[in-house]
């Protein structure tokens, strides 16, 4: 079994910086991929970025690249999000994932195994 927690959301002004935590417990090493989706009110749980443990391959949604960064620490066992020049639009909770597997596709909410409960993340204009 495997715990994901999140945390590090809050309530910050467009284009300020904000840097997410899931900290992943249990059998961490059966996971070997982590991901970050986001889910708005109203709207359908969508694809953030996501990486590969053992290599460190990086994935991204369209609307993140360039502001957005996922990042590992195998040691401590932590998989990170830093969100940078955030806009409105971001507002939203977000929502690690670790799945067992290496092959999957990293957009596909039913390839992951396990989930975090969510944390808020809000950008004021």
């Known amino acids: 079994q495997v715990q994901l927690v999140e945390s590090g959301g809050g309530l910050v002004q467009a284009g300020d910086s904000l840097k997410l935590s899931c900290a992943v417990s249990g059998r961490t090493f059966s996971v070997a991929t982590m991901g970050w989706f986001r889910q708005a009110p109203g709207k359908e749980r969508e694809f953030v970025a996501a990486?590969?443990?053992?290599?460190?391959?990086?994935y991204y949604a369209d609307f993140v690249k360039g502001r957005f960064t996922i990042s590992r620490d195998n040691a401590k066992n932590t998989v990170y999000l830093q969100m940078n020049s955030l806009k409105p639009e971001d507002t939203a909770v977000y929502y690690c994932?670790?799945?067992?597997?290496?092959?999957?596709?990293?957009?596909?909410?039913?390839?992951?195994?396990?989930w975090g409960q969510g944390t808020q993340v809000t950008v004021s204009s």
């Open positions: 994932a670790a799945d067992r597997g290496e092959s999957g596709r990293v957009d596909l909410q039913k390839v992951y195994d396990y």
């Open positions: 990486i590969r443990w053992s290599g460190g391959i990086t």
